[in-house]
């Protein structure tokens, strides 16, 4: 077969190049996608002073005797409207987990959690953290995911946030390796100029205790109106992946902070104020494609005392909320919201396994089905049947049984261009 003439030359298409260098260039570098690893389901948030190597295995403990003095895990999961085979299939997940990794992620908090105690007890509380949180990873005990959350960058806490964040961070460095899922927490952010002097702030860091460049990432809290709408009538949140690309690994929504700011009253303050979906919905907007990912807030309305099953019922209809909205991590902020947390976590996954595989197994076999999924739906698929995966909410045979497909083509599906990156 002739090959066919076109018209367009080859200065034509070198001259097309040329225009869309920089575009090339930019979806290159600031767009390249989620990178497959584990996102934890939660945040769990306690005062720095507080935390010991035991801390996670003591929330665990408290929270299955939570669960056991109101009836056990399958009754919670009834609370949250689970049939009866769903409710049991999650609450043997739910404790094995609970007894197995009760916190996914676990911030040390020198900011609202610890206040301000003066500066010989800040510096002690940090070199201490430092060390207990060296001596948990040491001996196996701390969550996959710990850091600190340190003072703002604001004029009256910076000096201090600064000086904590430089002490745990050196403390680390200094008892060896730092801990794989290290994570450090900037809150009340305001201005891109105060994220561009965090990264500049641990880029010195990293020079001076010799760490890989961009090994110290990381989150910025969304607690202020100022940071989704700026005073140029311009989005400043939008900003921060192409200021320092490659360096903050996540959006976390402050929810009482960002309502208090908007002069919504105590009572209606919640994840799911509307001031709040509009805030969230900017910054799925602000870091869709940049890799950095999302966490929504907390929940003040706590299990204890007599409130514990209308609390779980609260929790848990918040959690499946923020799911259902693509905010796959939220606030955690006692050991009574753990079992909410991850029944209803659970139930999203495993209600939703059987319809994503058969989907899955359909588009990877060229199967015709009742939907006719492109390649964009099925990278979607694969990500929420790899989310369930990873969380522990489903089994990797149970996988391969209904999607007949293994971890490894499970994560190629999820994320093509990393398995195109590795393949080159």
Known sequence: MAVPETSLTAADLARIDGQLADTDRLLEQNYPGDDGSRQPVHTVYVPADRFTPSLAADWGTQALATAAAHGGLARLGALLGQDAELAEAVASRVEAKLGAEPIEDLRLDFEDGFGDRGDDAEDAGAVAAASAVAAAVSAGSAPPFIGIRFKCFEAPT??????????????????????????????????????????????????????????????????????????????????????????????????????????????????????????????????????????????????????????????????????????????????????????????????????????????????????????????????????????????AEEVQALAAVGIPQLTALAHPRLATTSNS
């Open 158 to 395: 910076r000096v201090r946030g600064l000086r904590t964040l430089d002490l745990f961070v050196s403390g680390l460095a200094a008892a060896g390796e730092l801990p794989e899922g290290l994570v450090l927490t900037l809150p009340k952010v305001t201005t891109v100029a105060q994220v561009q002097a965090m990264d500049y702030t641990v880029s010195r860091l990293e020079e001076i205790h010799s760490l890989p460049a961009g090994r110290l990432r990381f989150e910025v809290q969304v607690e202020t109106p100022q940071l989704i709408l700026g005073p140029e009538g311009t989005s400043p949140v939008a900003q921060l992946p192409h200021a320092v690309p490659g360096r903050i690994s996540g959006l976390h929504y402050g929810t009482y902070d960002y309502s208090a700011s908007l002069q919504i009253s105590a009572e209606y303050q919640s994840m799911e104020h509307p001031v709040a979906d509009f805030a969230k919905e900017v910054m799925q907007l602000a870091v869709a494609g940049t890799g950095i990912r999302l966490s929504d807030g907390s929940t003040n309305i706590i299990p204890v005392g007599d409130n514990v099953e209308n609390a779980w019922q609260l929790h848990g209809r918040l959690v499946r909320r923020s799911l259902e909205r693509g905010f796959y991590q939220g606030w955690d902020l006692h050991p009574a919201q753990l079992p909410s947390r991850f029944a209803a976590t659970y139930a999203f996954y495993r209600q939703g396994l059987p319809a994503a595989a058969a989907r899955l197994r359909n588009y990877v076999e060229q199967t015709e089905g009742g939907v006719m999924d492109e390649p964009a739906t099925a990278r979607a698929l694969a990500a929420f049947v790899l989310r369930g995966v990873q969380c522990g909410a489903v089994g």
